[in-house]
Nanobody, 116 residues
Framework: QVQLVESGGGLVQPGGSLRLSCAAS????????MSWYRQAPGKERELVAL????????TYAHSVKDRFTISRDNAKNTVYLQMNVLKPEDTAVYYC?????????WGQGTQVTVSS
């Protein structure tokens, strides 16, 4: 079955960096667009970044553009989110996501906390 496992979250000071990883299994990874979402306390889940199946096209939320970079390694079935110049408002649980067979699948999420 489809499985998405996120890792790499943690506590970081404002201005710092983190790299999130999402290991995927249960589907042909290279044939699907992948995305990262996040959900802050009391807020709705929002799209952070999207990458096309071959990595040639990316889309970012306005709030993270020029600070975050989404990438993928199809040989490793893994998608990444490099987050730089982190701000307190980036604090959230970050989720990996794929739309597969008309259903949206989510990982368990990884907590990112930006605080001094």
């Amino acid at each position: 079955q489809v499985q998405l496992v996120e890792s790499g979250g943690g506590l970081v000071q404002p201005g710092g960096s983190l790299r999130l990883s999402c290991a995927a299994s249960g589907f042909t990874f290279s044939m699907y667009d992948m995305s990262w979402y996040r959900q802050a306390p009391g807020k709705e889940r929002e799209l952070v970044a999207l990458i096309s199946k071959r990595g040639g096209s990316t889309t970012y939320a306005h709030s993270v553009k020029d600070r975050f970079t989404i990438s993928r390694d199809n040989a490793k079935n893994t998608v990444y989110l490099q987050m730089n110049v982190l701000k307190p408002e980036d604090t959230a649980v970050y989720y990996c996501n794929v739309l597969y067979a008309a259903r949206r699948y989510w990982g368990q999420g990884t907590q990112v906390t930006v605080s001094s």
